[in-house]
Every structure is written in C-alpha cells, then in structure tokens.
C-alpha cells in the first residue's frame, strides 16, 4: 500500500451571528473545540456566518450559536427565520451536530415572548417555547449543574426568559440552578444532534467530555468508520501508526490513505464511536468540580476527582 499523502481530519465549523450572540465567552466554546482538535491532529476550520449570510449546510461540519441580550436577539430571529432556516434544518435533519446556547437556544425552539416587543420566532427545531416572564420577575442567574449521560455538566446562567419543552427531550436533569425555567429542573434540549442549552461561561472548556462527544459526533457523521482511535501526536510509522483507507462512504476521501493507530477490532465501539485520543484535562476537570463544590454538590464534586483527576 503507498503512503500517497498524509492527510489530518478536518472539521468545518459554522459560527452564528459570532458579533452579536457572544455573551459571557461564548466564543470560548469555539477556542476549546479548536484546542481540542489541535492536540489530535485534526483541522479545525471556523468560518463566521453574520446577517445576510446565506448557511450551504454541506460547507459544514457543525455550528454553533451562542447568547444575547433581547436586543440583539431581535434582528438575528429574522435573519436566521428568513435566510438561514431552510439550512439550518437540513443541516439538523442530517444528523449535524450543533451547539445552541441560550438566546440561540431559544431561537431554536418555536419562538422568544421577550418582556417587551413582539415575539421574536424560532425555527422550531426544538419543540419548546419560551415566555419572559416581565422585568419584576428574577433573572435566572447564577452557576448551575445538571446530570448529563451519566455525567455532570456545569456552567453559568443568566436569562430572564424561561424555556417549556414540549416533545423536545431535556439535555439533562438540574441539580442546582434554574435550568430551563427554574419550575420543572429540565434544562436544555436535544433534537437529533442538536443539542440547546442555558449553560453560558463558556460550556465547554469546563466540560472536556461534552466538547469531545460534539467532536465525536461531527468526525463519525463526516468520515464514518467505526475503529478508528484519533490519537494526539503528529502520525508516524514511529509512534505505532499504519495506513489505513478510509472506507467508501467517506466519499469525500475514498481510496486516500490516512494514518490511524492500532485499529481496536475486537471491541466495537457503541456510536458515537469515534473514539478521541484522552487529553490531560486535569485542569478542565478541576474547574468543573469547583463550581459542583462552590453549589454545595460536595459529592459530585469528590467523584469528579476521583474519576478524572486522581486517577
Ligand atoms: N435575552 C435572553 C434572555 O434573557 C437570552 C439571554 C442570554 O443569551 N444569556 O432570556
């Protein structure tokens, strides 16, 4: 077999509106999947879609939309209503994952009842909606954390609007904070691969595991293949690497050859399957358990420890 070229993954990402939904370090979401592809070899490619964009679901790989004040929210619902949904929902209806955070998170659903102005309409790829219930009613502010896939995932929020799920699956389980409307300990959403939630602060650098189940997610939707172990080192023949081929499906690059680790035969991996080489995380970890500390989850917090840093 010849070693044609070597070729890193790539991933395309999709910013949203990157210059007016980007509260409390959204844009931090996007440094860590960035980080995080870095330290494994793999491309990540960021390209901004702001009003007047048109969204080519097949130009990308993921996207991601984060937070805003009423404000701001208002002309991205119409932009996004008007030029972006039909994309938007191919892209979601195609499996793609996608990241909503907050005022993006709610224009995801079927739409935002602000405390003042019209409604502001979603796209209803959530089926949920969200009422603010007026500016005498307290925001929804504060750290907050929540059982995901076994898990926890924590963060910080801050919205006056409150979210109601209809069919739409909660994220995960509150066990501290308002969640999606501080009444029924739901937060977030997922429809498909589409994932909403409150959780500003920025998410994802102090949750290295849901940043690696996107990235997991968006690798196996592009190049499919169920054994294929990403690891963090430049590939060698050196440090234990052979080429494979990507199988057919891949389209893209059938018949190029890529370098990957051992190939884990014996074990097939439940989806999604596309195994990300560990990273050190420590640091990453010890953020998470300190906020599940600082709100009292002192259990949480030990087993954190002990399961991702005194290992
Ligand atoms: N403006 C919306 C609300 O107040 C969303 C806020 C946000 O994105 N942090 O609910």
Redesign the pocket.
């Known amino acids: 077999m010849t070693h044609a070229s070597v070729k890193p993954l790539t991933l395309t990402l999709g910013h949203l509106y990157p210059d007016q939904?980007n509260?409390?370090g959204d844009r931090g979401n996007i440094m860590t999947l960035q980080r995080r592809c870095q330290a494994r070899g793999i491309e990540l490619r960021v390209v901004g879609l702001g009003i007047g964009d048109a969204l080519a679901p097949d130009e990308y790989d993921m996207l991601f939309i984060?937070?805003?004040?009423?404000k701001e929210?208002a002309p991205v619902a119409q932009d996004l209503y008007d030029l972006k949904g039909i994309g938007l929902w191919a892209a979601v209806e195609d499996d793609m994952p996608v990241l909503a955070?907050?005022?993006?998170f709610?224009l995801l659903a079927h739409y935002?009842r602000?405390a003042e102005g019209p409604d502001m309409r979603g796209l209803g790829v959530f089926d949920a909606w969200?009422l603010?219930k007026g500016k005498r009613v307290p925001?929804c502010i504060g750290d907050i954390a929540l059982n995901w896939n076994g898990s926890t995932l924590v963060g910080f929020e801050?919205?006056?609007?409150r979210t109601y799920l209809g069919t739409a699956k909660p994220l995960g389980k509150v066990l501290k904070g308002s969640g999606n409307n501080a009444e029924d300990h739901t937060e977030g959403a997922i429809y498909r691969n589409a994932y909403g939630t409150?959780l500003?602060g920025s998410l994802l650098p102090k949750n290295p595991h849901f940043a690696d189940h996107l990235l997991s997610l968006a690798l196996k939707r592009k190049y499919g293949g169920e054994y294929y172990r990403v690891v963090a080192e430049a590939p060698s023949a050196s440090n234990g690497y052979s080429s494979a081929t990507l199988p057919e499906k891949s389209g893209e690059t059938s018949g190029e050859s890529i370098m990957v680790a051992a190939v884990m035969e014996e074990e097939p991996l439940s989806p999604p399957s596309f195994q990300l080489a560990p990273l050190d995380d420590r640091l990453e970890w010890e953020a998470h358990a300190y906020i599940l500390e600082r709100l009292g989850l002192h259990h949480a917090a030990a087993a954190t420890i002990r399961a991702h840093i005194q290992e």
């Open positions: 939904l509260l409390y984060g937070g805003g004040q009423d929210q955070v907050c005022g993006g709610q935002y602000p969200t603010h925001r801050n919205h006056g609007g409150y500003h």
